[in-house]
């Protein structure tokens, strides 16, 4: 069976540097930090006090009241980056077979902060069950692609992929395979999370995962930096619509480029730290080269999980080395995380989002807030450090990590 090709038509993002896609990429060029002190509820008992917030969202800018209260923000930062890609993609429109037409969603943790509000409503009651009868319907996970289906009437496949923080590029990856299997036309994919909130933050910090660098908040995302001491949360959402080529070229869509494979692997290590030498990450980025039938050289730029953790960024870089062998000194690296923050679910849509539009304008968005050079790391590698650069980009790769040892890879290239 020959396996039919996938291009991107699409593209939305709502994120704490940027709400839409072209304001998020300017930030990201201009090297902008999103982090602040936090103010969707008061930290100052916290041992983070700071996050990367989204700026200026307002849902009733998005939707009515009574729809806005239905849905827990995770599911909001969907609906509004999806709506952007579609509008980008003109899927909407009621000429194609929405039954080919499918959404894969991806979400960490879901509604967390519905979760919280309801059980703290019901420990501060009077112990009689008072349940919001949406609590269910807005928490659950997959809710997200079942209100994007719903509102397009897109009918094909729809689920949601949950692998921490690898699950927005499981669900380009699934998304992808649906595709050049035959099994849809388009595919909706991406991912979002909404957890600066009590629970999100306190569990963090509970895992010692979060930076609590509060006197130098801006800067605290500092990923391969030598005074790393954990990431920064972030939030929001980002969605990538997918399509099989002769369906995009025959309906005259706008290309981005093509979604050429996508890599899975786990690190079968650890529930929350990653193998020392790296091998998931390894594996996956090799699988994702295989499954593109690209060679470690057509690779221009790695856009690394990158979180700013004192273990992480050195498992990844070594696995980098290791892959690449001396193409890994030719390559542009950078870690994005060093202005969204760590959007958890969400990274793997924002990220592929990024190497996308390094594709589309040939310059390679910075590694910001670098002062201190690790001496445990590569420093012969260009991490593309604190200023953007200008290069030819045929092709790129984006790795995301999660709690568990999931590893999931992307290559989108040029077409």
């Given at each position: ?288 080269l295989e499954d593109a039938h690209m060679k470690p050289s057509d690779i221009d730029y790695v856009n690394v999980h990158g979180t700013s953790t004192p273990l992480g960024d050195i498992a990844e870089t070594k696995a980098i080395v ?94």
């Amino acid at each position: 069976m020959e396996l039919k090709r996938v291009v991107v038509t699409g593209l939305g993002a709502l994120t704490p540097i940027g709400n839409s896609v072209n304001e998020y990429w300017d930030n990201l060029v201009n090297g902008v930090s999103g982090a602040a002190p936090i103010t969707h509820f008061n930290a100052e008992k916290f041992k983070t006090q700071f996050a990367c917030e989204l700026k200026g969202y307002d849902p009733l800018n998005h939707f009515d009241r009574k729809e806005a209260r239905k849905l827990d923000p995770f599911a909001q930062y969907a609906m509004v980056s999806v709506a952007e890609a579609i509008s980008d993609s003109g899927l909407d429109s009621e000429d194609l077979d929405k039954n080919r037409i499918g959404v894969i969603w991806g979400s960490g943790i879901g509604g967390i902060k519905t979760f919280q509000d309801e059980c703290m409503n019901f420990a501060h009651g009077d112990g009689t069950p008072r349940f919001n009868p949406f609590f269910i319907p807005k928490m659950i996970a997959d809710i997200a692609s079942g209100h994007i289906s719903i509102k397009y009437g897109f009918r094909g496949p729809n689920f949601s992929t949950v692998s921490a923080c690898a699950s927005a590029t499981n669900a380009l990856i699934d998304s992808f395979n649906y595709i050049r299997l035959g099994k849809a036309n388009a595919m909706v994919a991406g991912g979002s999370e909404a957890a600066v909130n009590e629970a999100g933050v306190g569990g963090f910090n509970a895992l010692h995962a979060l930076s609590t660098n509060n006197e130098n908040y801006a800067t605290a995302s500092r990923p391969f930096d030598a005074t790393r001491d954990g990431f920064v949360l972030g939030e929001g959402a980002g969605a990538v619509i997918l399509e099989e080529y002769e369906h995009a070229k025959a309906r005259g869509a706008k290309i981005y480029c093509e979604l050429a494979g996508g890599g899975l692997s786990a690190d079968a290590y650890h529930i929350t730290a990653p193998h020392p030498e790296g091998i998931g990450a390894i594996n996956v980025m090799n699988a994702c080269l295989e499954d593109a039938h690209m060679k470690p050289s057509d690779i221009d730029y790695v856009n690394v999980h990158g979180t700013s953790t004192p273990l992480g960024d050195i498992a990844e870089t070594k696995a980098i080395v290791k892959v690449f062998g001396e193409h890994a000194y030719k390559l542009n690296i950078s870690s994005t995380k060093s202005m969204t923050g760590h959007l958890l679910g969400a990274a793997g849509a924002i990220e592929s989002i990024a190497c996308i539009k390094a594709l589309e304008h040939q310059i390679i968005p910075p590694t910001i807030n670098h002062v201190v050079e690790d001496e445990n790391l590569d420093n012969k590698l260009n991490l593309t450090l604190n200023k953007a650069q200008k290069r030819e980009v045929n092709a790129a790769l984006t790795n995301t990590f999660g709690f568990g040892g999931h590893n999931t890879s992307a290559i989108f290239k040029k077409i």
